[in-house]
């Protein structure tokens, strides 16, 4: 196996809505501020790979119209993955790892604000018996809460207490969307929105962009002083079925974070892809982390959701975090589909 | 497959073999900066492409982003009404939605000054008069239909101009369309034309 590092990582400021801007001007800053960071040019990008989906835009192949974006002419080695972008980041290690090229640009991108997205989020179901109900999102993550909560895995102070601690966290961080400071009991004086959901226990509707440059061994090593090295990444798929599925554990987490070799060490930063509250909760149990005290610095998919693109982002920012030499180990998750279907898990290191 | 036993109702029923399940999603579309100040410019009949800071192709509609060098095109070029079709075909199929009489002509235009054809009709001429290489003007909607949109434009007619000669990309090398001798490319703009390229 060669060694892969994220040797940078940068983000545009998540936010409601976008109201001017298309995709591929909100993209052209992030590009520019991920290969400058590392005095890179798309000249010296071996491979590039994105994670959007069309369902957000409205438009068949929209993700063509953004590759503009990086300059894909004369034509570049390019792929796009109609998932998050740590999908991505995952094929473009895959890439890097076959030995044809050193260096890749992982880029993804949501602007959910021109639908309705909890609807626009039915489509990902089985299209004959699921999706023509129409089951939004929300409601599907609320029925994941309310047999997490009848078979007293977690309780509603345990989820207030995840969104408190989420939302307190962004206050730190100048991209996040949503950021506050209350109390647990402050929080469960609002009334359900979606029981057993409240809002605090729900993420924002997010537009936003990331990006990620992975280099292999020594373009790693001459870019940056202390890379952030790939030391193990694995992900898998459960059923779209809801019913076949456990909603209260995350078997795909766990094998995943098994493979990726989550238990090897200690770890210093810990950033988990939970829309939802109870999600995080649940993650956290299937990763063996449920007393880990540095969990989502950021304020996490709570405080920032943009699709396809916050599973990147909780790599980046623990990328980052080791990068500027404040966590030597850390573990990153994305998940992708309804209550957690689909998650992968992605262990990084400072010491090279 | 394995042995399964239906209850009686279900036996020796017709397979399904269609389901309808309708799906509608409505967005609020945003072109986004560079192509809202093209179509705000041609409400005013006029029709503004976008240059790129680097390369100096100009890019119409502008869709913000050169993709040669993947920078803002933010520099407002405004270009004639006139250009040359560079390519073209004769429609002669109806079809639902077509709001147009058989046969009709669509054809790529590069306007004089740009360096990316738009698509859009032409008339005002035989549809087998219509080549490659003729030069064509704008025709706009009356002033009361002007709107943000390209249909502002009604079509394009023939000027009477002489014909230009049109370099189709790839031949000049003999090697098919994106194919460069040597894996690079040629130095000028590929699209640029003998008439009123600029770059």
Redesign the interface.
Known sequence: MRDVAVISFAQSAHVRS????????ML?PV?GDVLGKVDMT?ADIGFTCSGSTD?L???AFSFV?T?????????IQESHVEMDGAWALYESWVKIQLGEIDTALVYCYS?S????LP??MT?QLD??TA??LWPDAISLAALQARALLDAGKITVEQMAEVAARSRRSAMDNPNAQLAWDRGVDELLKAPETIAPLRRHDCPPISDGVAAVVLAADGAARDRVERPAWIRGIDHRVESMHLGLRDLTDSVSTRLAGEKAGVAGGDLDVVELHAPFTHQELVLRSALGLDDHKNVNPSGGALAANPMMTAGLVRIGEVADRILAGEAGRGVAHATSGPCLQQNLVCVLEGNG | MADLTLPAALRDVEAVRS?R?P?R????????????RFLHAIEQKRIMGERCPVCRKVYVPP??????????TEEQVELPHTGTVTSFCVVNLQFYGQGMEIPYVSANILLDGSHLPIMHLIQEVQADKVRTGMRVEAVWVPDEEMGPTLESIKWFRPTGEPDVQVDIPGEDHGTGL?S?VGG??PEDPRAAQTHGGDA
């Open positions: 976008e109201e001017d801007r298309n995709e591929v001007e052209m590009v798309m369902y835009a409205g438009q119209m590759l503009d974006g990086v300059g894909p002419w004369p034509p602007k604000s021109p639908g309705d609807m626009v489509r299209p004959y999706a023509p | 389901v399940t799906a999603l409505d967005y609020r579309y945003t072109p986004g900066t560079a192509t809202s869709r913000g982003a050169c993709p040669t060098d993947g920078v803002p994106g460069w690079s490319p």
